[in-house]
């Protein structure tokens, strides 16, 4: 079965350099949500979008900004990349309905952005 | 606000021991309660939920959760532990109406021989 594919798996970049990492959503999935893990940390929220709009905002930078588009892949577009920044970010789907989980997230496999 | 408190970021049971990682939830409204497993170099992949109805939750590979509303409890059980249980277990809450999970801080499970 098609799970959630995230891009790149690995990205290293300098600071304040760009970085832009891209998920594709369980096919019919209509929410990404994205999360950040930093090492030996728990996953935080950091945006959520249905329907190509954001539905919830979490600890996101404002230095990070992210989109749905219409085919329901996501991007997430980090900016004035920091140390900090250095995780696992994680994107993840599921079919929202009302607000209900009819069905768990599926999370794709991460991509481990190291700023050097 | 929802919360989630994972006691313990280790354990450490011996290969068929009883596994028992505990969770405790704090929210304003009936939550929906998640354990997640997260493998090394994996995303996190669902264990199992409860969202309503039967309180005792059985899950993949021999995992089971019970939601106790009194004590504010989703702990998650395994009556013998393999050593392929190793991972980082994740209790995790989520409001009827908000699609945003809430993640516990996580609980690194260790199988001893």
């Known amino acids: 079965a098609a799970g959630v594919i995230q891009s790149p798996r690995h990205l290293i970049k300098e600071k304040r350099e760009t970085a832009t990492l891209k998920c594709y959503p369980i096919?019919?999935?209509?929410?990404v949500y994205w999360y950040q893990q930093g090492p030996g940390q728990d996953p935080q929220f950091l945006i959520s979008?249905?329907?190509?709009?954001?539905?919830d905002k979490g600890s996101i930078p404002d230095r990070f900004s992210a989109q749905q588009f219409s085919d329901y892949h996501s991007e997430l577009n980090m900016s004035s990349l920091e140390l900090g920044d250095s995780a696992l970010y994680f994107c993840?789907?599921?079919?929202?309905?009302?607000?209900?989980?009819?069905?768990?997230?599926?999370f794709g496999n991460g991509t481990r952005l190291t700023v050097t | 606000a929802q919360s989630v408190t994972q006691l313990g970021s280790h354990v450490s049971v011996s290969e068929g021991a009883l596994v028992l990682l505990r969770c405790n939830y704090s929210?304003?409204?009936?939550?929906?309660l998640f354990w997640y497993v997260q493998y090394p170099n994996q995303g996190l992949q669902l264990l199992l939920k409860?969202?309503?109805?039967?309180?005792l939750v059985k899950g993949i590979n021999g995992f089971e959760a019970e939601f106790k509303k009194s004590e504010t409890s989703f702990h998650l059980t395994k009556p013998s532990a393999h050593m392929s249980d190793a991972a980082e277990y994740f209790c995790?809450?989520?409001?009827?109406?908000?699609?945003?999970?809430?993640f516990g801080k996580g609980t690194r499970l260790h199988i001893l021989p």
């Open positions: 993840a789907s599921s079919l929202s309905s009302w607000g209900r989980h009819n069905s768990p997230l599926h």
């Open positions: 096919p019919r999935h209509d929410t």
């Open positions: 979008f249905y329907e190509k709009m954001q539905s």
């Open positions: 929210s304003s409204v009936p939550p929906y």
């Open positions: 409860y969202t309503t109805g039967a309180t």
């Open positions: 995790a809450v989520s409001l009827n109406r908000d699609d945003k999970i809430i």
